[in-house]
C-alpha cells in the first residue's frame, strides 16, 4: 500500500506526487493521531515536566503543522479550484482542533504546574521562554473562560479562519477576473518594449489581437507608471482599486467579510477581557498599549507629512508646467513621479531594469549573504509545485564543519495567475533537535521564499532573454531573503522559539527590512549588474543618480504607510462595526478621518482600498500594520552600526548582529535582542537619516 505522500516526514516535501485527493485522508489522521496524543499527556498519570509534557507534545503536532503548511502553501502559489476545495474542506477541522487545544484546561494546568515547579529555573532559556508564551496563548485562546463561553469562542475563531481564507481568494479571482485589451499600437506609447511584449503574449495565448494588461503587478504597475495613454491608465486604476467591492460581482464583494472580521474580532476581544482587538493584538509584541503606537505613528506622521506636502506641491507643479496636467488626478501619480524622477535626476527606473538580469541579482544577493554571515549558498534538487521553482541549499562555509547542511529554501520568483499576490517567506520545515534511535539530531530548517515578478520574455537570436527586475523588486528580494535568514540561520533547537517562531510581529521585520540597504550599497551593485543586452555592469554615474534620488517623495511613501497603520489600527480599537448599518460613521468614513490627519493625495470617493488590504484581513497583521514602521526603526538602528563601523560587511559587527538577532531566534525578547547587539535602547534618528527627513 502506497503511504500517503503528505504524510513523509522523512525528507523534503514530496511535490512531484502531493495531490488535492491526499490532503482530506492525511490531515484526518494526523488530527486523529493529534487528538490521541493529547488525551494521552493531559492524563493524570503523566507528570508536569519538560521531558515528560511539554517536549513529546510539541513533537507530536509538529507533523500536523508541517502537512498543513504544505496545503496551506499550495493553496497560495497554485490556487486552482481543486486545491481551494481540498484547503477550504479541511479548514473547520484544523481551526477547531487548535481551537480546542488552545482551551484545553488540562493542558494549560500542566504548562502552568511546569512555570511553578522547581524544574522551570533548570530549564534552557528557550524552554522556559516557551513555557511562558504557552500560558500567554492558552489565556489567549480561551483556556480561562467559563465553560459555557468556551463553545462561542471556539466557533469565532473557526469563523475567522474561512472568512480570512475567503477575502484571499475573492481578491485573487477579482484580480484575475479583469482585463484590457488595446487593439490600437498608439496606445501603447510610453509603455517599456518587455512590457508590450509579455503584453502581446498574454493576448495570443488567448487567441485574441492586440495587447492584454492584468491587474497583476508585472502588468499593472508599468502601465502606471510609463503609458502615455491617460485613458489606459485611469481604466487600469479604477479597476484595481475597486476589487472585491460593490462595483464587480457581488460574490466577489469582501465588504460584507470585513464587516463581520471586524464583529468577530471585537466579540473575541470582548470576551477575553478586553476592550478591543488592538489590544489582544499587542500582548504577543513589543508594543505595549493602544496608545503607545498610535502616539508613535502620529510623531513619525508630524515629521513625513511636510515632506510629503512639499512632495505633492512640486508634482503638481511640474505636471501643470511640463506635462499639461491642470488636475493631477491619482491615476497620473504614479506616471508624473516618473517623468519628475526623468527630469530632476536624468535617469528612468526602466533604464534601471535593463541591469538587473536574474541570474546576476541572484549572484549578488548570495554573495552578501555568504560574506556577511560567513556561510556558502548552492543550487540544489528537490521535487516542486510548478517548473518556475529553483531550490537552494546553505552550508556551513569555514572550519572543520565546512559543507555542512544549514537549512535549504524554494524560490518562485514570477506572477502567475494562480498565485496570490504580494511577496512573502513561509516555513516548510523548522529547526529543532529530534530523537534519532539512541542519539539526537538537529532538524535542518527549510523555507519558501514567494514574489510575483515578471518572467522571461522575448528572444535574441532564438535564445530566451533573461528576466530582468526593477530596483524596487530586487529590494523586495532582499527582504524576503531577509525573513528567510532569520528563520534558516537561527541556531534554537526548541520547535517553538527557533528561528521566527516566537518573535513578536512587531520585530519580525527587523531582519527583512535590514537586508534591504544593501540595495544602496555601490560594493554591491557594481557585482550584481549586468546589462540584458550588452552584459556591463551598472555605471557608477548612473548609481550616483540613483543614490541622489533614494529619497525621491519619501515624504509620501512614508505618510502612506502610516495611512495604512493608522486606519488599521483605530478599526481595530475605536471603531465599532455594528454601529454602520444604524447609521452611525462607518468604516470608509474612519478611512477619510485617517486621511485628514496624515494624507496629502485623497484618492476618488469610490476607491474602496479596505476591500483589497489583505495584510489586516487576511494576512496576520490585523491591528499590527504599524509592525512595519515599528521594526524599521529597528533596522535602520541597526544597519547604522555597520555605517559606524566603516563598512557593510564588517566582519565582528555582522557576527554580532547574527548572534544576537538572527541566530536567537525568539529565545528572548526582541527589545533584549536589539539591546545585546547594540549596547542601547533604539533610537529613530537613523531611520529619519535614511529617510531623508533629517540631515546626515
Known amino acids: 500500500m502506497k503511504t500517503n505522500p503528505l504524510l513523509d516526514f522523512s525528507g523534503l516535501p514530496r511535490f512531484d506526487a502531493i495531490t488535492p485527493a491526499a490532503v482530506q485522508p492525511a490531515i484526518s489522521e494526523l488530527l486523529g493521531q493529534s487528538r490521541a496524543l ?5 492524563a493524570e498519570y503523566v507528570p508536569a515536566s519538560w521531558n515528560t509534557f511539554a517536549a513529546p507534545l510539541a513533537d507530536g503536532i509538529e507533523q500536523l503543522g508541517r502537512a498543513w503548511g504544505i496545503v496551506a502553501h499550495l493553496h497560495s502559489v497554485n490556487d486552482t479550484p481543486e486545491w481551494r476545495d481540498a484547503y477550504n474542506g479541511m479548514l473547520p477541522e484544523i481551526s477547531g482542533f487548535f481551537a480546542e487545544i488552545g482551551q484545553n484546561l488540562k493542558l494549560f494546568a500542566k504548562y502552568k504546574a511546569i512555570r511553578e515547579s522547581k524544574e522551570y529555573a533548570d530549564l534552557s532559556t528557550a524552554q522556559r521562554k516557551i513555557i511562558d508564551n504557552e500560558i500567554r496563548d492558552f489565556r489567549l485562546s480561551g483556556a480561562e473562560l467559563p465553560e459555557e463561553k468556551k463553545p462561542r469562542f471556539k466557533a469565532i475563531s473557526e469563523e475567522l479562519a474561512s472568512l480570512s481564507a475567503k477575502f484571499s481568494e475573492n481578491l485573487l ?3 484575475n477576473a479583469f482585463a484590457e485589451i488595446v487593439t490600437g499600437e498608439a496606445e501603447l506609447a510610453g509603455l517599456p518594449e518587455d512590457v508590450k511584449q509579455s503584453a502581446r503574449e498574454a493576448a495570443e495565448k488567448e487567441s485574441q489581437a492586440g495587447w492584454k494588461f492584468t491587474l497583476h503587478m508585472p502588468s499593472y504597475l508599468p502601465v502606471m507608471q510609463y503609458a502615455d495613454s491617460r485613458r489606459l491608465r485611469a481604466v487600469m486604476y479604477r479597476a484595481y482599486a475597486t476589487r472585491s467591492s460593490e462595483f464587480g460581482p457581488a460574490e466577489l464583494d469582501n465588504t460584507p467579510l470585513i464587516r463581520r472580521i471586524l464583529e468577530l474580532r471585537r466579540e473575541e476581544a470582548q470576551l477575553l477581557g478586553y476592550n478591543n482587538f488592538a489590544e489582544v493584538s499587542l500582548v504577543p509584541k513589543m508594543a505595549e498599549s493602544v496608545p503607545q503606537v498610535l502616539s508613535f505613528l502620529r510623531d513619525l506622521a508630524a515629521k513625513a507629512k511636510p515632506f510629503a506636502q ?8 511640474f505636471a501643470r508646467q511640463e506635462l499639461g496636467l491642470e488636475t493631477l488626478e491619482p491615476w497620473d ?26 541570474e546576476k541579482v541572484l549572484a549578488g544577493l548570495f554573495h552578501v549573504v555568504e560574506t556577511l554571515f560567513g556561510v556558502r549558498l548552492k543550487p540544489d534538487t528537490a521535487p516542486v509545485w510548478h517548473e518556475d521553482v529553483r531550490f537552494f541549499r546553505i552550508e556551513i562555509r569555514d572550519g572543520n564543519n565546512a559543507g555542512e547542511l544549514i537549512g535549504q529554501f524554494y524560490l518562485d520568483l514570477y506572477a ?3 498565485k496570490r499576490s504580494g511577496a512573502w517567506m513561509d516555513d516548510a520545515i523548522s529547526r529543532r533537535r529530534v530523537l534519532s534511535g539512541a542519539t539526537s539530531v538537529i532538524q535542518k530548517p527549510v523555507a519558501y521564499l514567494n514574489c510575483n515578478f515578471s518572467r522571461p520574455v522575448g528572444e535574441k537570436n532564438g535564445i530566451l532573454q533573461p528576466a530582468t527586475f526593477t530596483h524596487d523588486e530586487v529590494t523586495t528580494l532582499f527582504h524576503e531573503t531577509g525573513h528567510g535568514l532569520h528563520h534558516l540561520l537561527t541556531q534554537v533547537e526548541e520547535l517553538g522559539v527557533s528561528g521566527i517562531r516566537g518573535v513578536e510581529w512587531d520585530a519580525v521585520e527587523l531582519p527583512s527590512q535590514f537586508m534591504e540597504n544593501y540595495c544602496w550599497e555601490w560594493s554591491v551593485l557594481q557585482e550584481m549588474t549586468a546589462h540584458v543586452d550588452t552584459g556591463a555592469p551598472l555605471p557608477r554615474a548612473l548609481f550616483d543618480k540613483m543614490l541622489a534620488a533614494r529619497n525621491f517623495q519619501s515624504g509620501l511613501q512614508n505618510v502612506r504607510q ?16 455594528s454601529g454602520e448599518s444604524a447609521g452611525k460613521p462607518g468604516m470608509l468614513d474612519l478611512l477619510v478621518e485617517v486621511r485628514r490627519e496624515v494624507a496629502v493625495i485623497v484618492p476618488p470617493e469610490w476607491h474602496r482600498f479596505p476591500n483589497s488590504f489583505a495584510h489586516i484581513f487576511a494576512g496576520g497583521y490585523g491591528a499590527g500594520y504599524f509592525s512595519y514602521k515599528w521594526a524599521e526603526v529597528l533596522s535602520a538602528d541597526c544597519y547604522a552600526a555597520f555605517e559606524e563601523a566603516g563598512d557593510p560587511f564588517d566582519p565582528v559587527t555582522g557576527k554580532r548582529f547574527l548572534d544576537e538577532i538572527i541566530a536567537a531566534g525568539g529565545t528572548r525578547p526582541a527589545l533584549d535582542n536589539f539591546r545585546a547587539f547594540r549596547g542601547r535602547e533604539p533610537q529613530v534618528d537613523a531611520l529619519l537619516r535614511h529617510s531623508g527627513m533629517i540631515s546626515s
Not at 38 to 42: A, I, R, Y
Open 38 to 42: 493529547v488525551e494521552q499527556l493531559t
Open 173 to 175: 479571482d477579482a484580480t
Open 310 to 317: 512639499k512632495d505633492i506641491a512640486e508634482l503638481r507643479e
Open 333 to 358: 501619480i504614479g506616471y508624473a513621479s516618473e517623468k519628475l524622477l526623468q527630469a530632476r535626476y536624468a535617469f528612468s527606473e526602466q533604464e534601471v531594469k535593463q541591469y538587473f538580469t536574474e
Open 416 to 418: 502567475r495567475e494562480s
Open 562 to 577: 502610516l495611512e495604512f497603520s493608522l486606519f488599521d489600527l483605530l478599526l481595530h480599537s475605536d471603531f465599532d462595526p
